[in-house]
């Protein structure tokens, strides 16, 4: 027997669909709705949590400036470390799927979304679209277009201002309209395998430290409110109860012990500073 699709799925699908279709009409709304809580949002931490609960699928680390434009949000899947300026525009029509440590300039436009040639078709309210798929550590520059249909290679860098027509391989940097090789990317280009691995620990030390200042932050707070109610310094069970959290938030158990060591390492610096600010 026949399966009998929907129009959201035929769309996901590439196929012909009617974006007037009452679902897809509701899908669209939430999207704006969920847009506007996003892009209004200050905090980039909660700014990060509605991207995660509105995208497919997001990795850890991802950052998107506002404001941010989809059509669906559901169809977008990032991966680790993404990070996209300002003006973002995710025509999500098909599914975007982008790999680790993608870099976007601002006003990245990235279209799924296409109509048929001949205008009968068009003018009867069919559409379709084609996926996009970018591959790791790819870096558009500014005001740059991916038109449906594309795939990118990793490690390819797309010059500012250029117009993607045509899928391209890895390791090559693109650029004009329509889009062509510019130089491969190799030799002193190209990075090994433990270049690419310790550059992404240096971004994700970045962020990490980004983190820690902002905790500091907090425990310069703490101390205040110690030296007005004259507490200790050292709290054991509130203590216990940090690492006993920051186990429940480990997902691969192989790293559990290396990261309670860690905290207990941050925890003891973070008491040091604490009696240094209460001897002040």
Not at 6 to 29: N, W
Not at 41 to 49: A, C, L, V
Not at 161 to 177: H, M, Q
Request: charged share 25%.
């Amino acid at each position: 027997m026949e399966e009998i699709k929907t129009e959201r799925q035929k769309m996901i699908d590439g196929e012909l669909y009617f974006a007037a279709d009452p679902e897809l009409v509701a899908a669209r709304k939430f999207a704006r709705e969920q847009m506007k809580v996003i892009n209004q949002e200050e905090d980039r931490y909660i700014r990060r949590q509605l991207i995660e609960e509105t995208f497919g699928s997001t990795g850890t680390g991802c950052y998107i400036e506002p404001s941010i434009s989809f059509d669906y949000g559901f169809n977008i899947h990032v991966g680790k470390n993404f990070y996209a300026n300002f003006n973002s525009i995710f025509l999500d029509i098909c599914p975007i799927t982008i790999g680790d440590n993608c870099m976007f300039g601002p006003n990245a436009q990235l279209y799924t979304a296409t109509h048929p040639l001949n205008p009968v078709k068009r003018n009867s309210g069919l559409e379709y679209g084609k996926p996009i798929t970018l591959g790791d550590n790819v870096w558009l520059g500014g005001n740059v277009v991916i038109t449906p249909g594309v795939t990118l290679g990793d490690n390819v860098v797309v010059a500012a201002g250029s117009v993607v027509t045509k899928s391209f391989p890895d390791n090559c940097v693109i650029g004009g309209n329509p889009a062509r090789v510019i130089k491969e990317i190799e030799g002193d280009d190209a990075r090994s395998p433990l270049e690419m691995q310790r550059q992404k620990i240096d971004h994700l030390d970045q962020q990490i430290v980004a983190l820690l200042e902002e905790r500091m932050t907090v425990v310069e707070a703490i101390v205040a409110v110690k030296k007005e109610e004259s507490k200790a310094i050292l709290d054991t069970s509130r203590e216990q109860e940090v690492l006993k959290k920051i186990a429940s938030f480990v997902e691969n158990n192989r790293y559990n012990e290396a990261i309670q060591e860690t905290y207990q390492g941050l925890m003891d610096a973070s008491k040091r500073f604490q009696e240094e600010q209460l001897d002040e």
